[in-house]
């Protein structure tokens, strides 16, 4: 697939094998290393229905500068697609392939975590153990601990989780990225953005990764991913004394207020900027806004990792 025709794309992803056989694409955009790499890093971590494109703007706005990585997890974008005999779809190897990922292009200094959807359950997973690295964090729509207790599980999310004929609708109509792409935007979505998001979902087969993410969802103690998403809960305020950015779209019907008071309550001195025109994809709704606010807070954070203390 030649990633050059989406628009506002223009970059040349890259290909590393996770696991044997299977090869996950990756965007690594920035200026020129030198003989001393010390280029800040900034991770960008995509979720479900989307892919790195979703992170687009961000990327064309921050690479003059700092380091972008942004990974298609295996199964989205353009990284590979294994049936479920070779890749288990689970939030633990989401967690695994990144932390091979960043291991592989030795990636051993302070990151700067932007995470969406569950890019933030994958990012924070991989924090529990790397937490010395993270230097700041971008957040964006997303969640980082169990569904709140005040938060109804939607309909839609219930229906692709629980039953067959939700996993019909994902794989034989793609009705996941299709309806993601529609009602995850406050602002149409121009024709040619809308084919890009959904470009790499063209088949049954490929699209196994967005019902299997759908089919993770965990809502209690015998889900596979609930263990981790709950000590990610936990330790969220462990972070706190980071500097933390977050952009939300307020007509999200899934990650909504309750997600966003979440991580105001566990994070309290973030920079928070909130649209009550923006759904899901808020780097859709709002880009001409928080792209260069968030460079503006890359640039005028402080240089140094504070302390992640336990508590």
Not at 139 to 149: E, G, R, W
Not at 243 to 264: M, N, Q, S, Y
Request: net charge neutral; charged share 25%.
């Amino acid at each position: 697939m030649d990633a050059t025709r989406f628009p506002d794309y223009p970059f040349q992803p890259r290909r590393i094998e996770v696991r044997p056989g299977i090869a996950m694409s990756y965007l690594d955009e920035g200026p020129p290393a030198g003989e001393q790499d010390d280029r800040e890093v900034v991770v960008m971590l995509h979720g479900n229905p989307s892919w790195s494109y979703y992170w687009r703007h961000l990327v064309l706005g921050l690479r003059d500068r700092y380091r972008c990585i942004v990974p298609d997890h295996v199964g989205m974008g353009l990284s590979d697609k294994p049936g479920d005999d070779r890749y288990a779809y689970t939030l633990q190897s989401r967690v695994d392939d990144l932390t091979t990922l960043l291991d592989r292009l030795g990636i051993t200094g302070s990151v700067t975590l932007a995470v969406h959807d569950w890019g933030g359950m994958i990012g924070f997973g991989w924090a529990l153990s790397h937490a010395a690295q993270v230097r700041r964090l971008l957040i964006t729509n997303t969640a980082a601990f169990p569904l709140p207790s005040a938060k109804a599980m939607p309909w839609q999310l219930k229906l692709g989780r629980d039953l067959k004929l939700g996993a019909l609708l994902i794989r034989g109509f793609n009705a996941f990225a299709a309806g993601a792409a529609r009602d995850g935007v406050v602002r149409d979505m121009p024709a040619d953005v809308r084919a890009a998001y959904l470009a790499p979902y063209d088949s049954w087969e490929n699209r196994i990764a967005t019902l299997r993410f759908v089919q993770d969802i965990p809502l209690g103690e015998r889900d596979p991913a609930w263990a981790l998403v709950a000590e990610s809960g936990r330790r969220l305020h462990e972070f706190a004394s980071r500097p933390a950015f977050v952009g939300w779209g307020l007509r999200d019907f899934v990650f909504d207020a309750h997600f966003l008071e979440g991580f105001t309550r566990a994070l309290p001195r973030a920079e928070v900027h909130a649209f009550e025109d923006a759904g899901h994809y808020v780097l859709e709704d709002k880009h001409e806004v928080l792209v260069p606010a968030m460079r503006r807070f890359l640039d005028s954070s402080p240089t140094k990792v504070g302390k992640v203390g336990r508590g």
